[in-house]
Structure formats: structure tokens, C-alpha cells
């Protein structure tokens, strides 16, 4: 399965390339995470290929849905995608490994006025799980092994919490293909909890203002009355909006207060690309990130 999910990296980082060669520099590339239908992501981002050519001076846009988090991440390391917006484990892997490469320039404020969500571990209702301790010796899912709230923060706050190891507290840990679709593996019983991503804000029954659970409950693919929330991190660092180092300057500027305006401009595109409700953008930079980057380090390596 490893060896199969290095091939699909390597495809894509193939065709990124293959594509970046092809096009002439005025073509913006965006790349779009995995981990939600690739139908819902390229109709969630098509609003961009709509809007953004005149805004910032480009003759097309383009738009690559990779398989999974690091599909994307190569993308931006080689330089064959010009920006994306990544979860902040995502980010430090490509700081860790080629520190030029990108720079995080914008992210996004909840409703509450907060620049930070949860990870969020759900268990089914009629499993009878309704706290962390119940999950002792049962079997967790993660999301991927690129996701802040999917992985690296989970793997670092709950050893701490528990006193343990994962593989001590629970029989067994394994990855659902992504945020959405560990869910469903959850609500099929393949796994006994999973973690995703929330904001954490709003109504419990709405599946909160933003993140996984929210898209999920309104594609009519969860029901929060069949779920039990058992456990919560602290709060984690929002992902940046991520634009190459190799992107024109001209188009770099334009793109910038381009996303800065949309909340406000076209705030039907701002929910979708999303995922949710949010109030704004913010700028940031790369300090907003280093907990995270000395987390992934010294959790993962890179």
C-alpha cells in the first residue's frame, strides 16, 4: 500500500511538472488538498477559474485536485503550482525541507474573531463511546499523514494526555484516505473514533460553523445526532493561504489583496473554497507557524 501511495505522489508530482512545462507563465495554478470528492473540490474552486484571470492579469486558470496532502506539497516544492491553501503540518513539511519555496501570506479568522480550530475526534453513537476513555483498546482513525488536525496534532496531545503511547492505548491506529472519507469509515465501524477538523464555533447540531464535519453535515453525509464529539486539542494555528516564491511579482501582489478582499467582494466564493463560515482574512507570516514546524520536526522529521 506504501509503495502504491509513492506512485500516486509521483504521478502527480509528474503531471504538475508535465503541465507547468506545457503552459505558457500568464496560466495560475492552483492546487487543491485531498481528502473530499474531487467533483465537490473543483466545484468548490471554480469560482476562482472564474474571477481571478482578470483580477490579477492572467490569461487562465488551472486547477489540480490531488489524491492527498502531499500531492500538493510536491507541487509547491517543485515550483509547478503557484498557490494553495495548506493545513499548518503541511506547511512546515515543506519548510522543513525547502525553506524557500513558499511563503504563507494570508489565513483565516473564525467568527469568534479567533485565527485557530480543533482537532476534533468523533465516535458513533450507538457504539456507546462517549469519552477519550472509552476508546482505550479500541481502534482510531486518522485522517492523513500531512494533516495538522488529522495527524501531527493528535499524535503529539493525546500520548501526553493519556500518559501512554497510541499504540498502548489503543489496539490499533490506521489513515481513512483523508478527512471526509475517515468519517465514513468511522460511521461503517472500521474504525471506533476518528479525528478531523472543526472550528469548533456555532451549533453542535450544525456540524459548527466551519471544517469537515460542517461540509459533510451539509452534503447531507452526516448527521450529527448520530455522533458523539469525545474528544478536543488545543487550539490549532489556521492553515495559510500559500503562494510559490517562483510566482511573478506583479501577479504575486494582485493575488494577495485579491484573497484579502474576497470575504467582502464575493462572499459566496469565500464560504466555498473554505469549507464553512469565516469572518475574514488575516496576514501572517512564517512565525505564526513554528509551534507547529518544531512539532512536525520533532514528531516526524519533515
Excluded at 183 to 210: A, C, I, P, R
Aim: charged share 25%.
Amino acid at each position: 500500500m506504501l509503495k502504491k501511495a509513492l506512485l500516486a505522489t509521483a504521478a502527480v508530482a509528474t503531471i504538475f511538472a508535465t503541465t507547468f512545462s506545457a503552459q505558457a507563465q500568464d496560466v495560475f495554478r492552483i492546487g487543491i488538498l485531498g481528502g473530499e470528492n474531487e467533483a465537490d473540490r473543483l466545484r468548490n474552486f471554480q469560482c476562482m477559474v472564474d474571477t481571478l484571470p482578470e483580477a490579477i492579469g492572467v490569461k487562465e486558470v488551472k486547477l489540480f485536485p490531488a489524491a492527498d496532502y502531499d500531492g500538493v506539497i510536491q507541487g509547491l516544492l517543485g515550483g509547478t503550482l503557484d498557490y494553495a491553501e495548506l493545513g499548518a503540518s503541511g506547511y512546515a513539511k515543506i519548510y522543513l525541507t525547502d525553506a524557500k519555496a513558499v511563503d504563507p501570506v494570508l489565513t483565516t479568522v473564525q467568527t469568534d474573531g479567533a485565527t485557530g480550530y480543533y482537532s476534533v475526534m468523533l465516535s458513533r453513537k450507538d457504539s456507546g463511546i462517549e469519552n477519550i476513555e472509552d476508546m482505550k483498546g479500541k481502534k482510531l482513525g486518522f485522517a492523513d499523514p500531512d494533516s495538522t488536525s488529522g495527524y501531527l496534532v493528535p499524535a503529539v496531545a493525546l500520548p501526553a494526555q493519556l500518559g501512554m503511547p497510541l499504540n498502548e492505548y489503543f489496539s490499533e491506529t490506521g489513515f481513512g484516505g483523508g478527512h471526509e472519507n475517515g468519517v465514513l469509515e468511522m460511521l461503517k465501524g472500521n474504525f471506533d473514533g476518528q479525528v478531523t477538523w472543526s472550528s469548533g464555533v456555532g451549533e453542535y447540531e450544525d456540524g459548527y460553523t466551519s471544517g469537515n464535519i460542517r461540509k459533510m453535515v451539509d452534503k447531507g453525509l452526516l448527521d450529527m445526532a448520530d455522533v458523539n464529539e469525545i474528544w478536543r486539542s488545543p487550539l490549532i494555528p489556521n492553515g495559510p493561504v500559500v503562494v510559490s516564491n517562483k510566482l511573478d511579482g506583479d501577479v504575486r501582489a494582485k493575488f494577495i489583496e485579491f484573497m484579502k478582499a474576497l470575504p467582502e467582494n464575493d462572499g459566496e466564493c469565500f464560504a466555498a473554497i473554505q469549507g464553512g463560515d469565516f469572518k475574514s482574512f488575516t496576514e501572517v507570516d512564517h512565525s505564526f507557524y513554528e509551534t507547529i514546524v518544531a512539532a512536525r520536526k520533532a514528531k516526524i522529521g519533515s
